[in-house]
């Protein structure tokens, strides 16, 4: 059984945020609330939504954050979460855990991981994240394809005049180290921090899309991912995540997210449609009311650009 909402978008994947807690801290990122350590979702309590919206028909999970990685059971969460039999359990991580950690998340049934990684230059890197991590974030791309977490994916935010030029040395990083690399358009949401970056660094992908199409070997669009546009270049993938002002990325998304804090989050660019959810399951509450929650979150469901609707 898999349910869609009101404008026939089946729902398949789920984004778990786990923790707000995160080790680096990237000027431009989104962050989903502020919630203390003592406050986050338990691994039961993680175990629990997942069933719940298996029963739905979810298909796939992913971990998020925050940084995921920071917390230490990481491995339980995952190991609980794979037992369930969806398709594809998966995190997004910075990567600079994942030397420590791949092989055992591999063994708790980890399927895949996407890592950000916007730059290979120190020095814009430490710009970005205020952290001398390059060289872990490196390591980890490469253990965690060593470790099976193939192919791992490499997330690079592309900024006006910091990294735009960089797209080539991260494409030909990304294929020495069995990776594909997904550029992701810098977004602005309500989360985001109020310093007008967005303005100085909007990257706009739409020539270098053209310069793909014309040199790809071959050009997939993923129906399911939000309409998203694969280009095969000389042996390489490159992916491109496109959301501001795109109708088909609306249209075609079957994501539903919740935030650490435990609230359902119908749409990645809004916060006045959350339905909590971990309070009424801590209060007690059935599967099947648990169930109607993910359905009422559904319900809520609205393309966020209004001319897909
Ligand atoms: N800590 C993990 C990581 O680094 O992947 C997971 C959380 S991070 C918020 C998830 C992804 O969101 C990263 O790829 C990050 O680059 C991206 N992100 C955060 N803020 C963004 C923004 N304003 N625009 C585009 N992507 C953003």
Same mark, same amino acid.
């Given at each position: 059984m898999t349910v869609t909402d009101n404008y026939q978008r089946p729902i398949i994947s789920l984004r778990i945020s786990i923790t707000n807690r995160c080790n680096v801290n990237c000027f431009y990122c989104h962050h989903d609330g502020i919630l203390p350590q003592k406050y986050e979702m338990t691994p039961d309590e993680i175990h629990r939504i997942a069933q719940v919206a298996h029963s739905i028909g979810v298909r796939k999970i992913r971990l998020s954050g925050g940084e995921p990685l920071i917390r230490d059971d990481i491995k339980e969460i995952v190991s609980k979460i794979s037992s369930i039999g969806f398709k594809d359990v998966s995190i997004t991580t910075n990567g600079t855990y994942l030397t420590r950690y791949a092989d055992e998340l591999v063994e708790s049934g980890l399927n895949r991981v996407n890592v950000s990684?916007?730059?290979?230059?120190?020095?814009?890197?430490?710009?970005?994240?205020?952290?001398?991590?390059?060289?872990?974030?490196?390591?980890?791309?490469?253990?965690?394809?060593?470790?099976?977490?193939?192919?791992?994916?490499?997330?690079?935010?592309?900024?006006?005049?910091?990294?735009?030029?960089?797209?080539?040395?991260? @494409?030909?990083?990304?294929? #020495?180290?069995?990776? =594909?690399?997904?550029?992701?358009?810098?977004?602005?949401?309500? !989360? &985001?921090?109020?310093?007008?970056?967005?303005?100085?660094?909007?990257?706009?992908?739409?020539?270098?899309?053209?310069?793909?199409?014309?040199?790809?070997?071959?050009?997939?669009?993923?129906?399911?991912?939000?309409?998203?546009?694969?280009? @095969?270049?000389?042996?390489? #993938?490159?992916?491109? =995540?496109?959301?501001?002002?795109?109708?088909?990325?609306?249209? !075609? &998304?079957?994501?539903?997210?919740?935030?650490?804090?435990?609230?359902?989050?119908?749409?990645?660019?809004?916060?006045?449609?959350?339905?909590?959810?971990?309070?009424?399951?801590?209060?007690?509450?059935?599967?099947?009311?648990?169930?109607?929650l993910f359905l009422e979150a559904i319900n809520n469901r609205e393309p966020f650009y209004e001319q897909c609707r």
């Open positions: 990684l916007d730059t290979l230059n120190p020095e814009i890197y430490r710009f970005i994240t205020k952290k001398n991590y390059l060289q872990k974030a490196k390591d980890g791309i490469i253990h965690a394809a060593k470790a099976g977490l193939y192919p791992v994916k490499v997330n690079m935010v592309v900024m006006k005049g910091l990294n735009h030029d960089e797209i080539w040395d991260m @494409f030909k990083f990304c294929q #020495e180290n069995d990776a =594909v690399l997904q550029l992701i358009e810098l977004l602005k949401t309500d !989360n &985001c921090p109020d310093n007008g970056f967005i303005d100085d660094y909007h990257y706009k992908m739409d020539d270098l899309e053209e310069k793909l199409a014309n040199m790809a070997d071959k050009v997939k669009t993923r129906r399911f991912m939000q309409d998203r546009k694969k280009y @095969f270049v000389d042996g390489g #993938e490159i992916e491109i =995540v496109k959301p501001m002002d795109n109708t088909q990325f609306c249209k !075609n &998304c079957t994501r539903i997210r919740i935030t650490p804090e435990g609230k359902l989050k119908p749409c990645l660019l809004r916060n006045d449609n959350l339905v909590n959810f971990i309070k009424p399951m801590r209060e007690g509450k059935s599967n099947e009311e648990l169930k109607k």
